[in-house]
């Protein structure tokens, strides 16, 4: 049995690697791949993920590297960001 954290970040993975995998590299998302994972698995979290600026700033802001698409690492910095965010509404609400 997983831990609740260990869970969460498995599902981190198998969501990133469902997204990833669909065209070009199987292991980095391309803007198309981004903005389906954005809009399936982030709508509640991010204000216009149908809003192609939208797409385009996060991508530019994650692409650390300049290949124009969001490894794992570039990922999970998007990821972690959210969460922060989250928590500081979460605490902001308490
Ligand atoms: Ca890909
Ligand atoms: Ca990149």
Redesign the pocket.
């Known amino acids: 049995m997983s831990s609740q954290l260990e869970s969460a970040m498995e599902g981190l993975i198998t969501v990133f690697h469902n997204y990833s995998g669909k065209e070009g590299d199987k292991f980095k998302l391309s803007k198309k791949e981004l903005k389906e994972l954005m809009q399936n698995e982030l709508s509640s979290f991010l204000e216009n993920p149908k809003d192609a600026s939208v797409v385009d700033g996060i991508m530019h802001d994650l692409?650390?590297?300049g290949?124009g698409?969001?490894?794992f690492p570039?990922f999970v910095t998007l990821v972690a960001a959210l969460t922060v965010a989250c928590n500081e509404f979460f605490c902001e609400d308490v």
Do not use: F, P
């Open positions: 692409d650390e590297n290949d698409e969001v490894d570039e």
